[in-house]
Nanobody, 128 residues
Framework: QAQLVESGGGLVQPGGSLRLSCAAS?????????IGWVRQAPGKEREGVSC????????YYADSVLGRFTISRDNNKNTIYLDMSDLRPEDTATYYC????????????????????WGQGTQVTVSS
């Protein structure tokens, strides 16, 4: 059974940067799975932030983070990362790593409810 553990959240000032990590266990490889980051702010719906639908395709990004966030993966470590820069107060949320199968293309960003396994989340707070 897959398990995901996020780390790297915290408090940062507007304009600052953070790096989130998500280590996956219980999977022989991330290849063949969609994996990505989903965030949820209090009182708001979940939002797909960035994801890989497969290891062979470029990642997807939400318009709200395009150019500021970068997702990457280390297949040897079964780990994905989210490098966040130029952070804004509206980026404040709990960030979840999620993995799933049979999630095609941009659905990994647009339909986060399709992920089968979720991490516990890590809080990101952007405030002065």
């Amino acid at each position: 059974q897959a398990q995901l553990v996020e780390s790297g959240g915290g408090l940062v000032q507007p304009g600052g940067s953070l790096r989130l990590s998500c280590a996956a266990s219980g999977l022989s490889s991330l290849n063949g799975y969609a994996i990505g980051w989903v965030r949820q702010a209090p009182g708001k719906e979940r939002e797909g932030v960035s994801c890989f639908s497969s290891s062979k395709r470029p990642p997807y990004y939400a318009d709200s983070v395009l150019g500021r966030f970068t997702i990457s993966r280390d297949n040897n470590k079964n780990t994905i990362y989210l490098d966040m820069s130029d952070l804004r107060p509206e980026d404040t949320a709990t960030y979840y790593c999620a993995v799933g199968w049979d999630i095609i293309g941009s659905a990994c960003r647009d339909l986060p409810e399709r992920y089968q396994t979720w991490g516990q989340g890590t809080q990101v707070t952007v405030s002065s």
